[in-house]
């Protein structure tokens, strides 16, 4: 079946250095990846997402990159900042069922 | 106003009890969600309503069984609690094209 790779599964950087989560999707046919931002204690966030007529996005410090040849997308956070640690999840769906395929997450821990 | 909120937060329970967990969603939206979240951060989803119909089900034991009483709400009742139900329980509600998912803050059930 379906299923999307996501790495790191624990990523640690130094605070206001970069940090890059990389995800891999199976079905060709997925067209919209979006982005889920976990803190401690709380519920997934979407914080940003792309669709698959588009190579690139940015929202102020936070950008997702997409490869559809390749099959791969990811989040790019720079400038970090010690908010920025939490699990991030990706996934992708299909605009034909919309049901999402959830990456198995990756813990950032921001270093001061 | 929480836009989806959840109850209890926390869940502890004795083996072989019966647990309900509420759900409700004042954001409109016609599909809503369970999700389960194990130690390891996995989100693996358990069932999905879409105007109080069952349109998704996971490989879940029969002893989990969601009641939508109506599309602003979707409970979830647990037969039967063994060990390894002990997780995360998320809800959630997406829009027309459920791409984006907006999730509760979690209950943590622990079966002991």
């Known amino acids: 079946g379906e299923n999307v790779e996501q790495h790191p599964s624990t990523l640690s950087v130094q605070e206001g250095d970069s940090a890059v989560i990389k995800c891999t999707y199976s079905?060709?046919?997925?067209?919209?990846f979006p982005w889920y931002k976990q803190e401690l204690g709380k519920g997934p966030q979407l914080i940003i997402d792309i669709r698959s007529n588009v190579g690139e996005k940015k929202d102020q410090r936070i950008a997702v990159t997409l490869n559809k040849t390749a099959k791969h997308f990811s989040l790019h956070i720079t400038e970090t900042q010690p908010e920025d640690s939490a699990v991030y999840f990706c996934a992708a769906s299909r605009s034909s069922n919309y049901q999402l395929i959830w990456g198995a997450g990756t813990k950032l821990i921001i270093k001061p | 106003d929480t836009a989806v909120s959840q109850t209890p937060k926390y869940l502890v329970t004795q083996m072989g009890n019966d647990k309900s967990i509420k759900c409700e969603q004042n954001?409109?939206?016609?599909?809503m969600y369970w999700y389960k979240q194990d130690s390891k951060k996995f989100l693996k989803i358990m069932f999905s309503y879409n105007n109080k119909e069952l349109i998704i089900n996971e490989t879940v034991p029969n002893r989990f069984s969601p009641k939508s009483p109506d599309k602003a709400h979707l409970n979830l009742h647990i037969n039967s609690l063994e060990l390894g139900d002990s997780a995360v329980y998320f809800c959630?509600?997406?829009?027309?094209?459920?791409?984006?998912?907006?999730f509760g803050s979690g209950t943590q059930l622990s079966v002991l």
């Open positions: 959630a509600s997406g829009g027309a094209t459920n791409e984006k998912l907006f």
């Open positions: 079905d060709s046919a997925s067209n919209y």
């Open positions: 954001l409109g939206h016609d599909t």
